[in-house]
Nanobody, 120 residues
């Protein structure tokens, strides 16, 4: 099938930066949209940022101007550069990909999540 593996989470002080990566592997023909979601304790999972196959992006209002999503189609990898981090950015961050497989199927896949903690 398809696997998404995230990396780059951790503990950072307010105002700091982190870069998340998510690499997709498996029976991939092409990937349509890729996105980052997050879920804080006691809250629903929310969309943070998304990027289409052509590079079009959209962001949650709460992260506009601070976070940047990008992708490397040759590596089937999506990135999330997070700057000026705030305590309210603390959450588990999940990668998501809309994948067309070599078996002519289309499915939505999720990574296992990576913890981001913003605290002094």
């Amino acid at each position: 099938q398809v696997q998404l593996v995230e990396s780059g989470g951790g503990l950072v002080q307010p105002g700091g930066s982190l870069r998340l990566s998510c690499a997709a592997s498996g029976i991939i023909y092409t990937i349509n949209a890729m996105a980052w979601y997050r879920q804080a304790p006691g809250k629903q999972r929310e969309l943070v940022a998304a990027i289409g196959s052509g590079g079009s992006t959209n962001y949650a209002d709460s992260v506009k101007g601070r976070f940047t999503i990008s992708r490397d189609n040759a590596k089937n990898t999506v990135y999330l550069q997070m700057n000026s981090l705030k305590p309210e950015d603390t959450a588990v961050y999940y990668c998501n990909a809309d994948v067309f497989s070599v078996l002519s199927t289309r499915n939505d896949y999720w990574g296992q999540g990576t913890q981001v903690t913003v605290s002094s």
